[in-house]
């Protein structure tokens, strides 16, 4: 059997643009978004969309839930062909996101992935859960270099891909146990 464990965030999502028009909506920048976001889940530990928007306009909240409604728009150009060709090759397919879990669960459930796609969202490091999916055959996408490299570590045998998207947030954060480096996913496993 074939594994895939794919990233969401700066891997199959623009989540750059898609945070940006989030601080948007709600008048921000996105450096002033990130600071409020990280003070909401430093004091929260999670991050619970309905709670942070409390006291807010309600005509702004619409705006936000908005730009999530719209979340598949977000996606990489090349993202959605490669899930379907990757599942039409045999592959067995995870995208294994990474954060709070309800807000990573409120962005896949307003997700449009091709039909098969399995999604797990985790608030603890990947590697927690990787085990669980690990087949004869696995390939492990991902921006974030402490992802890649805990992988590696405990799984040799996966071939981890390294994603360094154009304007991905950790793009200048290399690994060091990766496999390859890929810009895209104008790529055949
Ligand atoms: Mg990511």
Redesign the pocket.
């Known amino acids: 059997m074939q594994q895939l464990i794919i990233?969401?965030?700066?891997?199959l999502l623009d989540?750059t643009a898609f945070k940006l028009d989030l601080a948007k909506s709600l008048g921000l920048t996105s450096n002033e978004w990130a600071d409020s976001y990280n003070r909401y889940v430093q004091d929260n530990n999670v991050f619970d969309a309905r709670d942070f928007l409390q006291g807010v306009d309600t005509s702004d909240q619409k705006k936000f839930y908005q730009v999530i409604s719209q979340i598949s728009k977000y996606l990489y150009p090349d993202s959605t062909q490669f899930l379907k060709q990757t599942l039409k090759d045999g592959w067995e397919v995870l995208i294994l996101?990474?954060g709070s879990e309800s807000w990573q669960e409120m962005k896949i459930d307003n997700m449009n992935f091709p039909n098969g796609v399995k999604t797990l969202a985790v608030s603890k490091e990947k590697i927690s859960v990787v085990k669980n999916y690990v087949k004869e055959q696995t390939v492990f996408i991902?921006?974030?270099s402490i992802?890649i490299d805990a992988v590696k570590k405990s799984f040799p045998e996966i071939k981890a891909y390294w994603?360094r998207r154009e304007n991905?947030?950790?793009r200048d954060i290399q690994p060091t146990l990766h496999d390859k480096i890929i810009s895209n996913l104008n790529i055949e496993l």
């Open positions: 990233d969401l965030d700066h891997t989540t996101t990474f991902d921006d974030r992802e994603m991905g947030k950790y």
